[in-house]
């Protein structure tokens, strides 16, 4: 299924490049783009180089750093240090999702660069953003019960007396010498139905995060604005880091095996300069302000902004706020609420600069 979703996104990449190319420059040029302001190409290239290497670097950093629990004991998923940094983590994935996709995408395609009908006749921000949303829920909803079903089936086979009921229960239709070993099964499978919850979550969540990084790095490789990439730029590092650390912490719950987290981690780092040296590649043909650009850009946003905020809440947030550790915890609980409140306020605060 990662790799699924791993092809799905990088198929997706040229799609989006053929059709922000199929308008013609001469007519995909908005009337409206005005150059005023500090336009330097040669500085903003410097600073899309610096943009490239500490981008990759504080994404390397966040996403590695639950992975390394080996070496560094405090931040293993058991620990409470773990779970006040995930729900850090959250915090600021949360923001993300509210405070700066959402926006952006309400900036696309409410731009006065589009048509007014339909583009402002209707919300399609907030349409797309609660279908992506559901969809996310619909993936998440339609795994589990695939796994569930595969499950009741092999128990059933195992133990021929052992039915499950409809409200969930096992029941003992046989003899009673195999109860211990079909309770036994249920652990193993309850186990095995979280372990498959971690890895959907993981690989759900690192799609999100690589829409808008994609979009993202393309808007500062097509921009030859310094006043523009400079804040953007201590912007990205700060919630790459903390994104990374909430996937990477999500990606070491689903025990996937070191190959495996070592393509995650990579693939996650190397997505937003990905996006910046393909923004390079094509500022000649590429304007930010040409409507095909600003609808499929703003489309996106809004597709990874209802990703974003229902992983941040959902599958983040309620599932450990609402699990056994945090709830047999106050304290923990409390130090967990500061540490959502804290991630989630420095990242909506750098909404005022980028």
């Known amino acids: 299924m990662a790799s699924s979703s791993k092809s799905h996104a990088v198929l ?10 199929s308008t013609p420059l001469a007519f995909a040029q908005c009337e409206a783009e005005s150059m005023h302001g500090c336009h330097d190409k040669a500085e903003a290239t410097k600073l899309k180089l610096i943009a490239i290497g500490s981008i990759l670097v504080a994404s390397m950093i966040g996403v590695c750093s639950p992975l390394l629990s080996r070496v560094v004991p405090a931040i293993r998923p058991e620990r409470n240090l773990f779970m006040v940094v995930k729900a850090f983590a959250s915090g600021v994935i949360l923001a993300t999702g509210y405070m700066h996709v959402l926006p952006d995408s309400f900036n696309d395609l ?8 339909p583009w402002k006749k209707f919300p399609f921000t907030t349409f797309v953003a609660m279908l992506s949303a559901l969809l996310t829920l619909m993936v998440d909803s339609f795994a589990m ?24 229960q096992v029941e003992n239709f046989g003899h009673g010498h195999g109860h211990g070993h079909a309770l036994g099964n249920v652990v193993e499978d309850d186990k095995e139905a979280q372990l498959l919850r971690h890895r959907v979550i993981a690989q759900v969540l690192e799609l999100g995060i690589v829409v808008h990084s994609v979009v993202i790095g393309l808007a500062i490789g097509a921009s030859d604005n310094p006043c523009t990439i400079r804040p953007l730029i201590a912007a990205i590092c700060f919630h790459q880091m ?5 996937l990477g912490g999500c990606i070491l719950q689903a025990e996937y095996r070191d190959r495996a987290k070592f393509v995650m981690a990579f693939f996650f780092a190397t997505t937003t300069p990905f996006g ?3 923004g390079i590649g094509l500022s000649s043909v590429y304007s930010e302000t040409s409507p ?18 229902y992983m941040a809440m959902v599958d983040l947030l309620a599932a450990e706020f609402m699990g056994l550790k945090l709830q047999a915890n106050m304290k923990l609980q409390a130090w967990a609420y500061i540490a959502v409140l804290l991630g989630a306020g420095i990242m909506a605060l750098m909404a005022k600069w980028a």
């Open 276 to 278: 910046i040296v393909l």
């Open 292 to 309: 095909t650009a600003l609808i499929v850009v703003g489309l996106l946003n809004a597709c990874s902004a209802g990703l974003l905020n």
């Open 242 to 246: 903390f994104e990374g650390m909430g």
């Open 110 to 117: 409410m731009s006065d660069c589009l048509p007014e009908n």
């Open 12 to 21: 997706s990449f040229p799609i989006v490049i053929l059709i922000l190319l």
């Open 145 to 168: 019960s695939m796994y569930k079903k595969r499950s009741a089936k092999a128990l059933v086979a195992d133990n021929g007396g052992m039915l499950e009921n409809g409200n969930g």
